[in-house]
């Protein structure tokens, strides 16, 4: 069962790792952030008293989203 969470999670790593541009490691510090923030919403239901995770997971969520999107506008301002 650990295999199904963690796996997703290390080949998002790998992705940024192994990326042959910036826009591929960007793909991927997306798609980490992504499962990272969705998987500390699914253990918030799942852990009994962990409720205040669930707003701790949406705040990552929203955060890696708008680092995301600072991120490529930083991106395509250094290839003009």
Known sequence: MK???VS???LSVLQV???KNQWEKLLGIS???TKV???IYALSY???GLSQARDV???YLLAG???VILFSYFLRRNRE
């Open 65 to 67: 989203g708008s680092g």
């Open 57 to 59: 997971a949406v705040f």
């Open 31 to 33: 798609s980490l952030s």
């Open 3 to 5: 295999w199904l969470l």
């Open 8 to 10: 997703p999670l290390i």
């Open 37 to 39: 923030g969705v998987l």
């Open 17 to 19: 790792l192994l990326g």
């Open 46 to 48: 799942l852990v009994p």
